[in-house]
């Protein structure tokens, strides 16, 4: 593939901000996305064996809704995450994510339905274990493996934008244009690396979940330490199968020598100690966030080294700097979104450790945190419509 060709494809109207900003960005968000999706995966897989299990299993009776219902959560949130990094990409990768979107257009109108099919049909497998203990466990199979194959086709995508020297073939194979976009490809050891972090990835948050079960009475010790334990068998073979997958991934690109690929491996070590002694799991999540930022740049510095190799580098990407617009973005990001957040959390906290009913209004760190989140975002409205309209009207006035 010729440089020109790919600088050729870039928005002539360039970047708003520093094409690094953006990356680091990706980075970060991407991160974000896939804790998610292999939060859902875990957890739905899991609730599935609970299903089988939970008619006759006082712990899987209490356990498998519980399961059911992060998982259901998970998804919405994957859904939101996955926007980010899907417009970062788009910013300084556009000629690789258009291109792939065009020669695989079939996949992404698929994408769409198998996202709304897959979900609708979680919804349906929620009611009916809801209704009947241990129900729903075709369907909940069933949404499972649709939701597995949207990741499927999301691999598909991010495979396919970086093989740029493959795209003239895969446009017109033999020379005769193949407009149908059903371009698929795939690389499986990287797909079974990804999926196979949802195993851990559940470990760890049975550990978490143990953890914050403990100090309530109406959970009985058992439980606690059956899930603990669970958590910690499910967290070190999944990590030694990931870590597998994982280098195996590296020798096949030839990158197991590269520091980050090094620093990765070291992490899943640490991340193996700290889960098979389950000292403190929240401490291990931190670790785990950490892993996933360097893996999240793994896949960024293969496409980088990718497409520099061709001469396509995004810190050569025309700036055109816009300071309100990303001014607007990152107090939007940091302030209304990091409030807004942690008065979520900070509910979702207290109503979890709360023996009965949790009354917010009687709280006072979650009452001021919503009037704060209340406050920002009717700010945030009048700001955003008021920018939006002068600019439209000096415009068009
Ligand atoms: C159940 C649904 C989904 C699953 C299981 C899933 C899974 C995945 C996986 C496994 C990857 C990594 C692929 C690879 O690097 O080989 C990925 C990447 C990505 N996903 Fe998702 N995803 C889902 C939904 C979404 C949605 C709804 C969006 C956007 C709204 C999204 C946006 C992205 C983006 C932007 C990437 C990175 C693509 C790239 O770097 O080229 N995903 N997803």
């Given at each position: ?165 493959d795209?003239m073939n895969m446009y017109a194979p033999n020379g005769v244009v193949d407009n149908s ?217």
């Open positions: 593939m010729d440089a020109s060709v790919l600088l050729a494809l870039r928005d002539p109207a360039g970047v708003p901000f520093y094409p690094v900003v953006f990356q680091v960005l990706y980075i970060l968000t991407w991160a974000l996305h896939a804790a998610f999706v292999l939060l859902a995966l875990g957890s739905m897989g899991l609730s599935i064996v609970g299903t089988f299990k939970q008619k006759n299993d006082s712990t899987w009776k209490i356990l498998t809704p519980h399961l059911i219902q992060t998982g259901k959560i998970s998804i919405s949130i994957l859904i939101v995450l996955g926007v980010a990094p899907l417009l970062f990409t788009q910013v300084i990768y556009d000629p690789n994510w258009y291109v792939a979107n065009t020669l695989s257009g079939m996949c992404v109108f698929i994408f769409i339905y198998t996202l709304l099919v897959g979900y609708s049909m979680y919804y349906w497998y929620y009611y009916a274990n809801k209704k009947t203990e241990g129900g729903g466990k075709l369907i909940g199979i069933i949404s499972f493996l649709i939701l597995v194959f949207a990741g499927l086709l999301m691999h598909n995508f991010a495979v396919t934008s970086i093989m740029p020297n795209w976009g059903w371009t698929f490809n795939m690389n499986i050891v990287r797909l079974v690396f990804m999926v196979s972090l949802a195993i851990p990835v559940v470990g760890i948050f049975l550990q978490n979940y143990s953890r914050f079960l403990s100090t309530r009475e109406d959970f009985s010790e058992e439980f606690v330490s059956y899930t603990a334990s669970l958590g910690t068998k499910l967290g070190v073979v999944g990590l030694l199968i990931s870590a597998l997958a994982f280098v195996a991934w590296m020798m096949q690109i030839g990158y197991l020598m590269n520091p980050l690929s090094l620093a990765i491996i070291v992490g899943v070590v640490i991340l193996l100690v700290m889960v098979f002694l389950n000292k403190n799991s929240y401490i291990t999540t931190g670790i785990l966030v950490v892993v996933a930022l360097l893996i999240s740049g793994m896949r960024e510095l293969i496409r980088f080294d990718i497409m520099s190799n061709l001469g396509y580098s995004i810190y050569d990407y025309p700036v055109n700097l816009e300071i309100p617009t990303i001014t607007m973005f990152l107090l939007t990001f940091l302030v209304l979104g990091g409030v807004g957040v942690a008065y979520l959390l900070t509910m979702a906290w207290k109503v979890g450790k709360t023996q009965g009913i949790f009354d917010g209004s009687k709280d006072k760190a979650v009452t001021r945190l919503g009037n704060y989140t209340l406050t920002i975002m009717v700010v945030w409205m009048v700001i955003y419509f008021a920018w939006g309209m002068t600019i439209l009207f000096s415009n068009t006035l």
